[in-house]
């Protein structure tokens, strides 16, 4: 009997194992500010915006790259400067190749588990109401470790916009402390 065998294509290839997550530094930016810009629907930054994250605020920002030193995703966070106790999410982008891996999820989680978040009892971030992904991400981390989830419109498209772009909505996780972000940080 002729059996034919057709060979699923690994359209994933690589386990959240095979990444590898640190602080970025100066050499990382010109490669984040092309891994923003090819995901969409993020608005990209200058260059130079990129840079002063990757070295200004480097302890609250993450890279995650292969074991052969390609970037594979960023977040760009930092502590609000009047609300110590608040980290503040401005971008996640994973390479479309590395999406459904957990990579966001670990980012996040590798955030919280730093010296400099030591203090910090919400994650805010803002996403717009058509962007499902940033949703579903932010709210599973959040339902994952039962934490609390509130949102309002931060930025309104008409009025702080001037109508080029859509509402911002602000998402608040929290709060939560130290001894919480320890016990679930594999979760
Ligand atoms: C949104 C984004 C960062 C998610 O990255 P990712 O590494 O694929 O996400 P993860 O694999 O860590 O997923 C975390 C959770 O969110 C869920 N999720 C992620 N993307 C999803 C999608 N498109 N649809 C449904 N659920 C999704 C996952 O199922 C997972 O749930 P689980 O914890 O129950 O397993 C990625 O799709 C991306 O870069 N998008 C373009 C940029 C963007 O919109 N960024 C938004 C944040 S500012």
């Known amino acids: 009997m002729f059996t034919e065998t057709i060979e699923e294509p690994d359209k994933k290839p690589g386990k959240l194992e095979d990444y590898v997550f640190r602080k970025p530094d100066a050499s990382d930016g010109a490669n984040v500010h092309e891994l923003v810009a090819r995901s969409k629907p993020l608005l990209p930054n200058s260059t130079y915006c990129n840079l002063l994250q990757c070295t200004h605020f480097a302890d609250t920002c993450v890279v995650a790259e292969t074991d052969d030193g390609k970037l594979a995703g960023w977040t760009s966070a930092y502590i609000l400067p009047k609300q110590p106790n608040v ?4 971008q996640i982008a994973v390479d479309e190749s590395a999406r459904g891996k957990g990579l966001a999820r670990k980012m996040l989680a590798e955030l919280l588990n730093r010296d400099a978040c030591e203090d910090v009892q919400f994650i805010e971030t803002t996403v717009t109401p058509e962007n499902d992904a940033a949703w579903k991400m932010f709210s599973r981390f959040a ?4 934490w609390k989830t509130e949102q309002f419109i931060l930025f309104d498209g008409r009025i702080h916009f ?4 859509t509402d911002e909505h602000l998402l608040r996780i929290g709060p939560f402390n130290r001894d919480q972000v320890d016990e679930v940080l594999d979760s």
């Open 143 to 146: 339902y994952r470790r039962r």
């Open 87 to 90: 980290l503040f999410v401005w």
């Open 162 to 165: 001037s109508g080029e772009h």
